[in-house]
């Protein structure tokens, strides 16, 4: 019989300096755990990480009782929390979401309010800003997973996705996510 996996995501929030990643990432494989899955980045003048870190629950319990000290070393915000495996009991099919268009307030708002009206899940996303060559338009970009009911009809779901983007003044795609 296999045994389940334990986890402790951890999220840290602070000013960015260099070392950081190397910091962090030496507290969690000396506590003898792993980093499954992270997603890092500077944010304005601040270093934020998201991490999945796997290890036995001892182990995971020696990075909990470690995370006053490394806050004070590392001058962060971190905040932990123990989880388990990801349940799979829903057929979803992997789906890419890619939009452009000039920044305006609310973009983010709409995109998460067109596939929570569907019960479509947001598996991951990231946004930016930055200027159109040429003109220095303030652009604004989201790429983002979606978990697609394997039961709903993609042709008719794309198309639905393409009008709402076009009345919102989006330049989208929606595609099967490319391993």
């Known amino acids: 019989m296999a045994t389940q996996k334990t986890y402790l995501v951890i999220s840290a929030l602070g000013e960015d300096h260099p070392g950081i990643v190397?910091?962090?990432s030496k507290a969690i494989l000396e506590q003898g755990c792993n980093i499954e899955d992270?997603?890092?980045t500077v944010l304005g003048g601040e270093f934020a990480a998201m991490l999945l870190v796997e290890g036995k629950w001892n182990?995971?319990?020696k990075i909990e009782n470690a995370i006053p000290e490394l806050q004070r070393q590392l001058n962060m915000t971190i905040i932990t929390k123990r989880t388990g495996e990801r349940a799979t009991?829903?057929?979803l099919l992997p789906y890419?979401?890619?939009v452009v268009s000039m920044d305006h307030p609310g973009i983010v708002n709409n995109l998460a309010g067109f596939f929570a009206d569907r019960a479509i899940n947001i598996e991951d996303m990231a946004t930016s800003t930055y200027a159109a060559a040429h003109t220095g338009t303030p652009m604004f970009a989201v790429h983002m997973t979606v978990g697609i009911?394997?039961?709903m009809h993609i042709?008719?779901?794309r198309e639905e996705f393409m009008d709402y983007c076009d009345g919102l003044n989006l330049d989208a795609v929606l595609e099967p996510l490319k391993g």
Do not use: E, K, Q
């Open 59 to 61: 182990t995971l319990a």
């Open 89 to 91: 009991g829903r057929n």
């Open 38 to 40: 992270s997603r890092m």
């Open 22 to 24: 190397n910091l962090l």
């Open 149 to 151: 009911p394997s039961d």
């Open 96 to 98: 890419a979401v890619d």
């Open 155 to 157: 042709a008719g779901l």
